[in-house]
């Protein structure tokens, strides 16, 4: 019988990310507004005035997918002890992120931030940004080395990791 769970994780925003959004918007929207206006004014030449038309248009669209990618979600696939990670954005795009063998998991357990990384390890976060509910899992990785995933497992994700487990951590962790 196959072991699969699946969990989509959508990342809550910090103050910062909020703000940055804001602030992308508004230097967006001026600065169509400012290209528009120069159009306008240089109706005189009409060549000069369709450009600075056609470059407001492309900064609003420009502007317009900048913002649309600051949303972002993480779906945890799980298959028989193979951990798949993906970002989702703006719920169109996917990228694969991480894919592993959880029986490869070097280490396990709840993250904090006083876990010490090593200088070559590579940090993956992929959570939804609630310290109370992350895990993370050191691993070696053939494409980035040396790796630690930070995530947000539900109670079904962590029970199908868990049977995975190596031995040694599931004694020590559970």
């Known amino acids: 019988m196959d072991n699969f769970a699946e969990q989509l994780v959508k990342k809550n925003e910090t103050s910062s990310d909020k703000t940055r959004r804001v602030l992308m918007i ?7 507004a400012a290209l528009a206006v120069l159009a306008v004014l240089q109706l005189r030449n009409p060549l000069i005035a369709l450009l600075g038309l056609v470059l407001a248009v492309i900064s609003g669209y420009g502007t317009f997918n900048i913002v649309q990618n ?5 779906e945890y696939a799980f298959t028989n002890g193979e951990l798949d990670v993906d970002k989702i954005i703006a719920k169109k795009k996917r ?8 029986r490869q998991f070097t280490a396990f357990g709840k993250y904090s931030d006083d876990l010490e990384e090593t200088e070559d390890m590579t940090v993956i976060f992929a959570t939804d940004n609630i310290a109370s509910h992350e895990y993370y ?4 990785d053939e494409t980035v080395g040396s790796a630690r995933l930070v995530f947000s497992p539900d109670e079904k994700m962590l029970e199908n990791i868990t049977k995975f487990l190596p031995a040694r951590l599931r004694a020590k962790e559970f």
């Open 26 to 32: 508004v230097v967006g929207i001026l600065f169509s």
């Open 70 to 74: 600051t949303y972002v979600e993480y």
């Open 95 to 102: 990228r694969e992120m991480i894919s592993t063998n959880v």
């Open 137 to 140: 899992a050191d691993f070696n």
